[in-house]
Protein backbone atom coordinates (compact mmCIF):
# COMPACT_ATOMS: atom_id res chain seq x y z
CA UNK A 1 0.00 0.00 0.00
CA UNK A 2 3.05 2.47 -0.04
CA UNK A 3 2.25 3.16 -3.44
CA UNK A 4 -0.82 5.31 -1.92
CA UNK A 5 1.88 7.38 -0.37
CA UNK A 6 3.24 8.16 -3.58
CA UNK A 7 3.51 12.56 -4.58
CA UNK A 8 2.47 12.03 -8.03
CA UNK A 9 -1.27 12.85 -7.07
CA UNK A 10 -0.21 15.63 -4.78
CA UNK A 11 1.78 17.52 -7.41
CA UNK A 12 -1.36 17.54 -9.65
CA UNK A 13 -3.65 18.61 -6.70
CA UNK A 14 -0.36 21.62 -6.28
CA UNK A 15 -0.17 22.15 -9.59
CA UNK A 16 -0.79 25.84 -11.13
CA UNK A 17 -3.21 24.15 -13.26
CA UNK A 18 -5.40 22.70 -10.12
CA UNK A 19 -4.91 26.17 -8.41
CA UNK A 20 -6.71 28.39 -11.58
CA UNK A 21 -10.18 26.47 -10.83
CA UNK A 22 -12.73 28.01 -8.77
CA UNK A 23 -12.59 26.76 -5.65
CA UNK A 24 -16.40 25.74 -5.51
CA UNK A 25 -15.76 23.78 -9.07
CA UNK A 26 -12.90 21.37 -6.78
CA UNK A 27 -15.03 18.43 -5.66
CA UNK A 28 -13.83 15.65 -4.75
CA UNK A 29 -14.35 12.77 -5.97
CA UNK A 30 -16.83 10.03 -4.58
CA UNK A 31 -14.93 6.60 -4.29
CA UNK A 32 -16.29 3.19 -3.14
CA UNK A 33 -13.99 0.62 -1.48
CA UNK A 34 -15.59 -3.12 -2.19
CA UNK A 35 -13.76 -5.60 -0.06
CA UNK A 36 -14.36 -8.34 2.47
CA UNK A 37 -10.78 -7.14 3.63
CA UNK A 38 -11.69 -4.69 6.42
CA UNK A 39 -7.84 -4.04 7.21
CA UNK A 40 -7.29 -3.00 2.78
CA UNK A 41 -11.06 -0.83 3.53
CA UNK A 42 -9.60 0.99 6.42
CA UNK A 43 -6.31 2.02 5.10
CA UNK A 44 -7.84 2.90 1.73
CA UNK A 45 -10.64 5.12 3.48
CA UNK A 46 -7.49 7.18 5.55
CA UNK A 47 -5.41 7.71 2.65
CA UNK A 48 -8.09 8.82 0.32
CA UNK A 49 -9.86 11.24 2.13
CA UNK A 50 -11.08 14.70 1.83
CA UNK A 51 -11.03 16.90 0.18
CA UNK A 52 -9.68 15.03 -2.79
CA UNK A 53 -11.55 11.32 -2.20
CA UNK A 54 -15.62 10.83 -0.78
CA UNK A 55 -15.00 7.30 0.48
CA UNK A 56 -17.34 4.87 1.41
CA UNK A 57 -16.73 1.12 1.84
CA UNK A 58 -18.46 -2.36 1.25
CA UNK A 59 -17.69 -5.61 2.34
CA UNK A 60 -19.32 -7.19 -0.37
CA UNK A 61 -21.08 -7.24 -3.42
CA UNK A 62 -24.61 -7.05 -2.44
CA UNK A 63 -23.38 -4.15 0.28
CA UNK A 64 -22.08 -2.20 -2.52
CA UNK A 65 -25.13 -2.41 -4.57
CA UNK A 66 -27.26 -1.17 -1.84
CA UNK A 67 -24.12 1.31 -0.87
CA UNK A 68 -24.45 2.57 -4.51
CA UNK A 69 -28.39 2.92 -4.31
CA UNK A 70 -28.32 4.94 -1.23
CA UNK A 71 -25.42 7.02 -2.09
CA UNK A 72 -27.27 8.04 -5.60
CA UNK A 73 -23.48 7.85 -6.84
CA UNK A 74 -23.33 8.97 -11.21
CA UNK A 75 -19.99 9.67 -11.80
CA UNK A 76 -16.41 8.75 -9.23
CA UNK A 77 -14.87 5.24 -8.65
CA UNK A 78 -15.42 2.03 -7.30
CA UNK A 79 -12.43 0.25 -5.71
CA UNK A 80 -13.06 -3.83 -6.59
CA UNK A 81 -11.14 -6.22 -4.91
CA UNK A 82 -12.29 -9.55 -7.01
CA UNK A 83 -12.65 -11.89 -4.23
CA UNK A 84 -16.25 -11.06 -3.16
CA UNK A 85 -18.09 -13.44 -1.31
CA UNK A 86 -20.86 -13.42 -2.66
CA UNK A 87 -21.07 -12.32 -6.64
CA UNK A 88 -18.73 -13.82 -9.09
CA UNK A 89 -16.34 -10.17 -10.09
CA UNK A 90 -17.67 -10.76 -13.75
CA UNK A 91 -21.36 -10.27 -12.60
CA UNK A 92 -20.47 -7.73 -10.48
CA UNK A 93 -18.90 -5.98 -12.89
CA UNK A 94 -21.77 -6.27 -15.15
CA UNK A 95 -24.32 -5.70 -12.77
CA UNK A 96 -22.82 -2.09 -11.45
CA UNK A 97 -21.79 -1.10 -15.18
CA UNK A 98 -25.70 -1.52 -16.32
CA UNK A 99 -26.88 0.63 -13.41
CA UNK A 100 -24.04 3.21 -13.03
CA UNK A 101 -22.27 3.23 -16.66
CA UNK A 102 -20.22 6.53 -15.67
CA UNK A 103 -18.46 4.74 -12.55
CA UNK A 104 -15.45 3.31 -13.52
CA UNK A 105 -14.35 0.31 -11.50
CA UNK A 106 -10.45 -0.24 -10.92
CA UNK A 107 -9.80 -3.90 -9.71
CA UNK A 108 -7.35 -3.95 -7.20
CA UNK A 109 -4.88 -7.05 -6.01
CA UNK A 110 -5.86 -6.93 -2.11
CA UNK A 111 -2.47 -8.20 -1.43
CA UNK A 112 -0.40 -5.08 -2.90
CA UNK A 113 -2.98 -2.40 -3.81
CA UNK A 114 -2.06 -2.44 -7.01
CA UNK A 115 -4.40 -1.95 -10.10
CA UNK A 116 -4.92 -4.67 -11.78
CA UNK A 117 -4.67 -3.79 -15.65
CA UNK A 118 -3.80 -4.39 -18.90
CA UNK A 119 -0.57 -2.70 -18.82
CA UNK A 120 3.16 -4.22 -19.01
CA UNK A 121 4.02 -4.00 -15.32
CA UNK A 122 1.54 -3.80 -11.65
CA UNK A 123 0.25 0.21 -11.75
CA UNK A 124 0.61 1.69 -8.37
CA UNK A 125 -2.79 3.08 -7.35
CA UNK A 126 -1.59 6.78 -6.94
CA UNK A 127 -0.87 6.23 -10.57
CA UNK A 128 -4.40 6.22 -11.97
CA UNK A 129 -5.96 8.41 -9.57
CA UNK A 130 -3.83 10.80 -10.70
CA UNK A 131 -5.21 10.11 -14.18
CA UNK A 132 -8.70 10.93 -12.59
CA UNK A 133 -8.14 13.87 -11.27
CA UNK A 134 -6.58 15.17 -14.48
CA UNK A 135 -10.06 13.69 -16.27
CA UNK A 136 -11.71 16.01 -13.41
CA UNK A 137 -9.76 19.22 -14.20
CA UNK A 138 -10.54 17.96 -17.65
CA UNK A 139 -14.12 18.53 -16.92
CA UNK A 140 -13.87 21.51 -15.07
CA UNK A 141 -11.28 23.46 -16.75
CA UNK A 142 -10.66 22.19 -19.87
CA UNK A 143 -8.41 24.64 -21.57
CA UNK A 144 -5.81 24.46 -18.28
CA UNK A 145 -5.70 20.47 -18.58
CA UNK A 146 -1.31 19.98 -18.99
CA UNK A 147 -0.97 18.04 -21.97
CA UNK A 148 0.41 14.60 -21.95
CA UNK A 149 -1.84 13.34 -19.17
CA UNK A 150 -3.46 9.83 -19.84
CA UNK A 151 -7.49 9.56 -20.25
CA UNK A 152 -10.20 7.07 -19.39
CA UNK A 153 -10.40 5.73 -22.55
CA UNK A 154 -6.91 4.52 -22.75
CA UNK A 155 -7.41 2.61 -19.55
CA UNK A 156 -10.72 0.77 -20.53
CA UNK A 157 -9.03 -0.25 -23.25
CA UNK A 158 -6.46 -1.63 -21.48
CA UNK A 159 -8.99 -4.06 -19.26
CA UNK A 160 -8.27 -6.02 -16.42
CA UNK A 161 -7.46 -9.47 -15.28
CA UNK A 162 -9.28 -12.39 -15.93
CA UNK A 163 -11.21 -14.49 -13.57
CA UNK A 164 -9.29 -16.76 -12.15
CA UNK A 165 -6.28 -15.80 -13.40
CA UNK A 166 -3.09 -14.30 -11.72
CA UNK A 167 -0.07 -12.21 -12.97
CA UNK A 168 1.23 -8.64 -14.45
CA UNK A 169 3.88 -10.17 -16.53
CA UNK A 170 3.69 -8.84 -20.15
CA UNK A 171 2.98 -12.28 -21.67
CA UNK A 172 0.27 -12.51 -19.66
CA UNK A 173 -1.45 -9.33 -20.30
CA UNK A 174 -0.88 -10.62 -23.83
CA UNK A 175 -2.93 -13.37 -23.42
CA UNK A 176 -6.04 -11.44 -21.01
CA UNK A 177 -5.47 -8.83 -24.49
CA UNK A 178 -6.44 -11.84 -26.52
CA UNK A 179 -8.89 -13.87 -24.50
CA UNK A 180 -10.99 -10.82 -24.38
CA UNK A 181 -10.71 -9.96 -28.25
CA UNK A 182 -11.91 -13.26 -29.17
CA UNK A 183 -14.42 -13.69 -26.34
CA UNK A 184 -16.77 -11.75 -28.42
CA UNK A 185 -17.13 -13.73 -31.15
CA UNK A 186 -17.45 -17.37 -32.02
CA UNK A 187 -14.36 -17.92 -33.64
CA UNK A 188 -13.14 -21.24 -32.60
CA UNK A 189 -9.86 -21.26 -30.25
CA UNK A 190 -6.66 -23.24 -29.89
CA UNK A 191 -5.23 -22.47 -26.47
CA UNK A 192 -1.34 -23.96 -26.35
CA UNK A 193 1.05 -24.02 -23.40
CA UNK A 194 3.07 -26.85 -21.36
CA UNK A 195 1.06 -28.69 -18.68
CA UNK A 196 0.05 -26.81 -15.43
CA UNK A 197 -0.19 -23.16 -17.09
CA UNK A 198 -3.89 -22.98 -16.77
CA UNK A 199 -5.01 -23.28 -20.45
CA UNK A 200 -8.67 -24.07 -18.49
CA UNK A 201 -8.85 -20.60 -16.49
CA UNK A 202 -8.26 -19.34 -19.94
CA UNK A 203 -10.81 -21.06 -21.83
CA UNK A 204 -13.18 -20.59 -18.84
CA UNK A 205 -12.42 -16.82 -19.04
CA UNK A 206 -13.39 -16.88 -23.10
CA UNK A 207 -16.77 -18.31 -21.95
CA UNK A 208 -17.95 -15.85 -18.99
CA UNK A 209 -16.89 -12.94 -21.23
CA UNK A 210 -18.77 -14.10 -24.01
CA UNK A 211 -22.49 -13.77 -25.01
CA UNK A 212 -22.69 -17.06 -24.39
CA UNK A 213 -21.84 -16.79 -20.63
CA UNK A 214 -25.05 -17.96 -19.22
CA UNK A 215 -25.41 -20.84 -21.50
CA UNK A 216 -23.56 -24.44 -20.98
CA UNK A 217 -19.76 -24.63 -20.36
CA UNK A 218 -18.67 -28.58 -21.09
CA UNK A 219 -15.45 -29.83 -20.50
CA UNK A 220 -14.14 -32.98 -22.53
CA UNK A 221 -10.80 -34.41 -21.82
CA UNK A 222 -9.81 -36.22 -24.83
CA UNK A 223 -6.72 -38.00 -22.78
CA UNK A 224 -8.80 -38.97 -20.01
CA UNK A 225 -11.59 -40.78 -21.89
CA UNK A 226 -10.53 -44.47 -23.58
CA UNK A 227 -10.26 -44.15 -27.29
CA UNK A 228 -13.74 -47.02 -27.37
CA UNK A 229 -15.68 -44.29 -25.69
CA UNK A 230 -14.63 -40.98 -26.49
CA UNK A 231 -17.05 -40.90 -29.36
CA UNK A 232 -20.09 -41.84 -28.20
CA UNK A 233 -19.44 -39.46 -25.46
CA UNK A 234 -19.17 -36.53 -28.03
CA UNK A 235 -21.52 -37.21 -30.57
CA UNK A 236 -24.03 -39.55 -28.25
CA UNK A 237 -25.89 -42.90 -29.58
CA UNK A 238 -29.23 -43.85 -30.49
CA UNK A 239 -31.24 -47.32 -28.47
CA UNK A 240 -29.70 -50.19 -29.58
CA UNK A 241 -26.50 -48.63 -31.35
CA UNK A 242 -23.83 -51.41 -29.02
CA UNK A 243 -24.38 -53.50 -26.82
CA UNK A 244 -25.75 -52.13 -23.13
CA UNK A 245 -27.60 -48.58 -25.14
CA UNK A 246 -30.85 -49.74 -23.56
CA UNK A 247 -31.82 -46.09 -24.66
CA UNK A 248 -30.64 -42.84 -26.48
CA UNK A 249 -28.14 -40.39 -25.03
CA UNK A 250 -27.06 -36.88 -26.36
CA UNK A 251 -23.70 -36.15 -26.47
CA UNK A 252 -21.39 -33.48 -24.92
CA UNK A 253 -21.65 -31.70 -27.82
CA UNK A 254 -25.24 -31.64 -27.87
CA UNK A 255 -25.19 -30.69 -24.23
CA UNK A 256 -22.76 -27.77 -25.37
CA UNK A 257 -26.08 -26.97 -27.47
CA UNK A 258 -25.58 -22.55 -27.33
CA UNK A 259 -22.77 -22.37 -25.43
CA UNK A 260 -19.27 -23.16 -25.37
CA UNK A 261 -17.42 -26.67 -25.74
CA UNK A 262 -13.93 -26.89 -24.15
CA UNK A 263 -11.89 -30.00 -25.86
CA UNK A 264 -9.12 -30.49 -23.02
CA UNK A 265 -5.70 -32.55 -24.78
CA UNK A 266 -7.27 -32.46 -27.90
CA UNK A 267 -4.01 -33.76 -29.17
CA UNK A 268 -5.26 -37.22 -27.98
CA UNK A 269 -8.11 -37.44 -29.96
CA UNK A 270 -7.88 -40.92 -32.24
CA UNK A 271 -7.42 -39.56 -35.69
CA UNK A 272 -10.23 -42.03 -36.53
CA UNK A 273 -12.16 -39.64 -34.94
CA UNK A 274 -10.94 -36.33 -35.99
CA UNK A 275 -12.71 -36.34 -39.55
CA UNK A 276 -16.10 -36.77 -37.70
CA UNK A 277 -14.74 -33.76 -35.23
CA UNK A 278 -13.68 -31.85 -38.78
CA UNK A 279 -17.57 -32.19 -40.25
CA UNK A 280 -19.27 -30.96 -36.84
CA UNK A 281 -16.78 -28.10 -37.28
CA UNK A 282 -17.03 -27.23 -40.44
CA UNK A 283 -21.12 -27.95 -40.72
CA UNK A 284 -22.52 -27.54 -36.72
CA UNK A 285 -23.84 -31.22 -36.94
CA UNK A 286 -23.82 -34.17 -35.04
CA UNK A 287 -24.67 -37.51 -36.15
CA UNK A 288 -25.43 -40.12 -33.14
CA UNK A 289 -23.31 -43.06 -32.90
CA UNK A 290 -26.12 -45.68 -34.99
CA UNK A 291 -28.16 -43.14 -36.10
CA UNK A 292 -28.76 -41.38 -39.32
CA UNK A 293 -29.94 -37.78 -38.52
CA UNK A 294 -28.08 -35.04 -38.81
CA UNK A 295 -29.00 -32.76 -35.76
CA UNK A 296 -27.93 -28.91 -35.97
CA UNK A 297 -26.14 -27.68 -32.96
CA UNK A 298 -25.32 -24.38 -32.02
CA UNK A 299 -21.62 -24.50 -30.21
CA UNK A 300 -18.65 -22.64 -29.59
CA UNK A 301 -15.72 -24.39 -29.67
CA UNK A 302 -12.39 -23.95 -27.96
CA UNK A 303 -9.58 -26.32 -27.15
CA UNK A 304 -6.26 -26.86 -25.36
CA UNK A 305 -3.16 -29.11 -26.29
CA UNK A 306 0.37 -28.85 -24.11
CA UNK A 307 1.53 -31.04 -27.55
CA UNK A 308 3.24 -29.71 -30.81
CA UNK A 309 0.16 -30.50 -33.02
CA UNK A 310 2.39 -28.97 -35.68
CA UNK A 311 4.23 -32.20 -35.17
CA UNK A 312 1.76 -34.42 -34.57
CA UNK A 313 0.83 -32.99 -38.48
CA UNK A 314 4.19 -33.92 -39.70
CA UNK A 315 3.91 -37.12 -38.15
CA UNK A 316 0.77 -37.94 -39.88
CA UNK A 317 -0.68 -38.23 -36.28
CA UNK A 318 -3.17 -35.36 -36.36
CA UNK A 319 -5.00 -34.25 -39.52
CA UNK A 320 -3.89 -30.72 -40.85
CA UNK A 321 -7.01 -29.85 -42.03
CA UNK A 322 -8.02 -30.24 -38.26
CA UNK A 323 -5.25 -28.62 -37.26
CA UNK A 324 -6.09 -25.38 -39.38
CA UNK A 325 -9.84 -25.60 -38.23
CA UNK A 326 -8.90 -25.30 -34.93
CA UNK A 327 -6.25 -23.03 -35.03
CA UNK A 328 -8.34 -20.33 -36.24
CA UNK A 329 -7.55 -17.86 -32.67
CA UNK A 330 -4.62 -19.44 -31.67
CA UNK A 331 -3.62 -18.29 -27.71
CA UNK A 332 -0.14 -19.00 -26.24
CA UNK A 333 0.34 -19.05 -22.51
CA UNK A 334 3.80 -18.67 -21.80
CA UNK A 335 5.01 -20.80 -19.08
CA UNK A 336 6.05 -19.63 -15.48
CA UNK A 337 9.82 -19.20 -15.77
CA UNK A 338 9.49 -16.94 -18.45
CA UNK A 339 6.82 -14.67 -16.27
CA UNK A 340 8.90 -15.29 -13.09
CA UNK A 341 8.32 -11.19 -11.64
CA UNK A 342 4.03 -13.35 -11.39
CA UNK A 343 5.79 -16.17 -8.91
CA UNK A 344 4.69 -13.52 -5.86
CA UNK A 345 1.58 -12.98 -6.46
CA UNK A 346 0.43 -16.19 -6.94
CA UNK A 347 2.15 -17.49 -4.04
CA UNK A 348 0.94 -15.32 -1.91
CA UNK A 349 -2.86 -15.79 -3.42
CA UNK A 350 -2.46 -19.54 -2.81
CA UNK A 351 -1.26 -19.34 0.39
CA UNK A 352 -3.72 -17.28 1.31
CA UNK A 353 -5.97 -19.98 -0.01
CA UNK A 354 -5.34 -22.46 1.21
CA UNK A 355 -4.17 -21.28 4.89
CA UNK A 356 -6.17 -17.65 5.00
CA UNK A 357 -4.18 -14.71 7.07
CA UNK A 358 -0.78 -16.61 6.59
CA UNK A 359 2.55 -14.62 4.90
CA UNK A 360 5.12 -15.51 2.83
CA UNK A 361 8.62 -14.56 4.40
CA UNK A 362 11.45 -13.56 2.12
CA UNK A 363 13.33 -16.25 2.11
CA UNK A 364 10.47 -18.49 1.30
CA UNK A 365 10.25 -16.36 -1.82
CA UNK A 366 13.83 -16.24 -2.53
CA UNK A 367 13.53 -20.38 -2.65
CA UNK A 368 10.55 -20.11 -4.99
CA UNK A 369 12.41 -17.72 -7.27
CA UNK A 370 15.22 -19.97 -7.73
CA UNK A 371 13.63 -22.87 -8.83
CA UNK A 372 12.83 -23.43 -12.76
CA UNK A 373 9.41 -24.93 -12.40
CA UNK A 374 9.01 -27.40 -14.80
CA UNK A 375 5.19 -28.16 -13.52
CA UNK A 376 4.63 -24.67 -13.80
CA UNK A 377 1.67 -22.65 -12.13
CA UNK A 378 0.55 -26.18 -11.10
CA UNK A 379 3.45 -27.50 -9.24
CA UNK A 380 3.80 -23.70 -7.48
CA UNK A 381 0.13 -24.34 -6.60
CA UNK A 382 0.61 -27.97 -4.86
CA UNK A 383 4.36 -26.53 -3.25
CA UNK A 384 2.31 -23.57 -1.71
CA UNK A 385 -0.41 -25.91 -0.63
CA UNK A 386 2.32 -28.74 1.11
CA UNK A 387 3.93 -25.44 2.55
CA UNK A 388 0.66 -24.31 4.00
CA UNK A 389 0.17 -27.78 6.27
CA UNK A 390 3.95 -27.75 7.16
CA UNK A 391 3.59 -24.26 8.54
CA UNK A 392 1.12 -25.34 11.03
CA UNK A 393 0.10 -22.77 13.66
CA UNK A 394 2.28 -20.55 12.40
CA UNK A 395 1.56 -17.43 10.37
CA UNK A 396 4.33 -17.32 8.26
CA UNK A 397 5.56 -19.53 5.52
CA UNK A 398 9.39 -19.89 5.90
CA UNK A 399 12.07 -21.57 3.72
CA UNK A 400 12.01 -24.68 5.42
CA UNK A 401 8.46 -25.15 4.51
CA UNK A 402 9.21 -24.94 0.91
CA UNK A 403 9.63 -28.96 0.07
CA UNK A 404 10.40 -28.73 -4.08
Known amino acids: MDEIRENRV ?35 RERLGLPRWRVSDAGSGAE ?17 DPMLPDLDPLEFDGMVRSE ?10 SHTGQLLVGRQSPTPLSTKLMELLNNRIAMQAPHILPSGTGSDSEAAAAGIRLRGMIGDSAGMQRVYASTRMVAARDTTVLITGESGVGKDLVAQAIHL ?40 RMGRIHAAHGGTLFLDEIGDMPLSLQSKMLRFLEQGEVQRLGGNDNLKVDVRVVAATNADLKKLVDQKLF ?45 ALAVLLQHSWSGNVRELRNTIERASILVGSQREIKAEHIVL
Do not use: W
Request: with cysteine; hydrophobic share 40%.
Open 64 to 80: ALERLHETGIEHGVLLL
Open 319 to 363: REDLYYRLRVFPIQIPPLRERMEDLESLAASFADRFCPGTALSQE
Open 100 to 109: FPNLQILTLN
Open 209 to 248: VSKRSKQPFVVVNCAAIPEPLLESELFGYVKGAFTGAVQS
Open 10 to 44: DEIMSSPAYSNVRSEDRLPIDAIVVSPNPRLRQEL
